[in-house]
């Protein structure tokens, strides 16, 4: 059989008829899920990392510099998120996709995973980053129901990988996307909702009780969607 008649076979039967859905309540790996017409649905938590202007580091750094920057700052989220239970499955160069199971313990546990390295980042290691460039960057966590797919090709782990496909993932990209400080950290509303008290309210300089989040605004699909913003973060 020839190269186009063993493809077309091949989409063909991805293309029709049903496949084997599983329910889960933990994040998946690659392992998990077999590559023929299998797949995982699961409600999760989705928090996206994105480094503004990251276009701009390198025409001011050399390439060394600019990956010294990056390396250093996706260590800190992928320490932070993997100390909160959080599971990487994307890395896309200038940031990273990571997943919880959206229990409403675990939701709290993303934003807390944020707010941390909010912190670590523009806080206490802010000096070492400045000494090249001072990073801005955003963080944005939506959930919801996420059907996972394995795709590429079969026999060659460098060939094929998991496919996240749910509004939640490409929102939490999008939110991400345009999160930039003061206010690095930035939810949907559905987010929002989850948080204990301990996640949205804090004490002010002055002693008073106060709310974390300010009321935001996010365009996706040219439709303007409110969110949930913060300058808060949590020391660690």
Known sequence: ?????????????????????????????????????????????????DIRNSSKLMDEHKKQ??????????LICSKVIKEYGGKIRSFNGDGLLAFWYASDENINKAVEAAMVIKFLVNEEYSSLFEQYSKIDF?????????????????????????????KCVNYSVAIADQAKGPKHVEISPEVYGKLDNRHKIGKNSEGNTVSMWSDGAVIWKDIKYPSKLTNWFFRI
């Open 65 to 74: 510099t600019c990956a010294k920057i990056h390396k250093s700052f996706l």
């Open 138 to 166: 955003g963080i944005g966590l939506d959930y919801g129901d996420v059907f996972i797919v394995r795709a590429g090709i079969s026999r060659d782990d460098d060939d094929n990988d998991l496919v996240f496909i749910g």
């Open 1 to 49: 059989m020839g190269f186009n008649e063993d493809l077309k076979n091949q989409v063909r039967d991805f293309l029709a008829g049903d496949y084997d859905v599983r329910n889960a309540t933990s994040i998946p790996s690659i392992k998990d899920i077999g590559f023929g017409k299998k797949a995982i649905e699961i409600k999760m938590c989705s928090l996206a990392v």
